[in-house]
């Protein structure tokens, strides 16, 4: 039974710095990468990033050089660490996990960040 739930949202002024934690219980896939995705005021859900095994990373170009994606030694909980943020980062941010032994992909309910001046 798989369970994922992202915290640290909230709001922030453009160029501030912000962190989100997806904390995930139940087996986790090692084969398959965990994500970071966003949704943004009327538009579609996109992807930020990925993390595979204990450290590779890639960005959508969007995010790239300012966010960074790293996962907690010995746990299954990643984080998204979010600097020199800009207005159109804001979004709902979600996380997502393949079972290891369902294989589905599983979602969090997302956390809110708003960059506001």
């Known amino acids: 039974q798989v369970r994922l739930v992202e915290s640290g949202g909230g709001v922030v002024q453009p160029g501030g710095s912000l962190r989100l934690s997806c904390a995930a219980s139940?087996?986790?896939?090692?084969?398959?990468?965990m994500g970071w995705y966003r949704q943004p005021p009327g538009k579609e859900r996109e992807l930020v990033g990925t993390?595979?095994?204990?450290?590779?990373?890639n960005y959508a170009p969007s995010v790239k050089g300012r966010f960074t994606i790293s996962r907690e030694k010995g746990g299954n909980t990643i984080y998204l660490q979010m600097n020199n943020v800009k207005p159109d980062d804001t979004a709902v941010y979600y996380c997502n996990a393949v079972g290891q032994w369902s294989g589905f992909t599983y979602w969090g309910h997302g956390t809110q960040v708003t960059i506001s001046s």
């Open positions: 139940g087996e986790i896939s090692s084969d398959k990468p």
């Open positions: 993390i595979s095994g204990a450290e590779l990373t």
